[in-house]
T-cell receptor
Framework: SAVISQKPSRDICQRGTSLTIQCQVDSQVTMMFWYRQQPGQSLTLIATANQGSEATYESGFVIDKFPISRPNLTFSTLTVSNMSPEDSSIYLC????????????FGDGTRLSIL | GQQLNQSPQSMFIQEGEDVSMNCTSSSIFNTWLWYKQEPGEGPVLLIALYKAGELTSNGRLTAQFGITRKDSFLNISASIPSDVGIYFCAGNNAGNNRKLIWGLGTSLAVNP
């Protein structure tokens, strides 16, 4: 399976600031996804990052708060904007799930704490 | 959003015991996946199931795709301390662009 690298692995940020999380894959992939996992909870899909077009956001998530870039088939970024303590979570990038019905594989996540 | 019913929520067992957990859905799925997540890491895929009735093993782990396509179980035989973690089920149907629906997880603790 693909090797997925996320940066940063963790960060502590001040409220009101923004942080951009990077996801790099070692091979070209069709589908890339961004998830949020709040402490002790399951995974919640934020959006599907589409190469060459706008991301597809799930209910409850908007582009102004979580802008996503997908400039090519191996890279994506998620920005958490104007952060508040409620944004403290693990943010996970995954790849897979395309036409070949490949299961999704995950990076190790970014642990974000907002003070 | 939709979530799967995963049970039990947590388990505390003795090393060497067998473990069983399951997930149920109100709708039919085409794919069932089982993941394990350890602290500080992302979920790691354990087993993928694609056909109703399919029974698949990965070492001491065995998972089955329910015949009704609305449920799946994961068994772990002869548990060891490194089995500790949170196990998640996830599934999807082809009609929702491969979006995964997730269970709430089963937290497993193993007493050596």
């Amino acid at each position: 399976s693909a090797v997925i690298s996320q940066k940063p692995s963790r960060d502590i940020c001040q409220r009101g600031t923004s942080l951009t999380i990077q996801c790099q894959v070692d091979s070209q992939v069709t589908m890339m996804f961004w998830y949020r996992q709040q402490p002790g909870q399951s995974l919640t899909l934020i959006a599907t990052a589409n190469q060459g077009s706008e991301a597809t956001y799930e209910s409850g998530f908007v582009i102004d708060k979580f802008p996503i870039s997908r400039p090519n088939l191996t890279f994506s970024t998620l920005t958490v904007s104007n952060m508040s303590p409620e944004d403290s979570s693990i943010y996970l990038c995954s790849v897979g799930g395309g036409q070949s019905n490949q299961p999704q594989h995950f990076g190790d996540g970014t642990r974000l704490s907002i003070l | 959003g939709q979530q799967l019913n995963q049970s039990p929520q947590s388990m505390f067992i003795q090393e060497g015991e067998d473990v069983s957990m399951n997930c149920t859905s109100s709708s039919i799925f085409n794919t069932w996946l089982w993941y394990k997540q350890e602290p500080g890491e992302g979920p790691v895929l354990l087993i993928a199931l694609y056909k109703a009735g399919e029974l698949t093993s990965n070492g001491r782990l065995t998972a089955q795709f329910g015949i009704t396509r609305k449920d799946s179980f994961l068994n772990i035989s002869a548990s060891i301390p490194s089995d500790v973690g949170i196990y998640f089920c996830a599934g999807n149907n082809a009609g929702n662009n491969r979006k995964l629906i997730w269970g709430l997880g089963t937290s497993l603790a193993v007493n050596p």
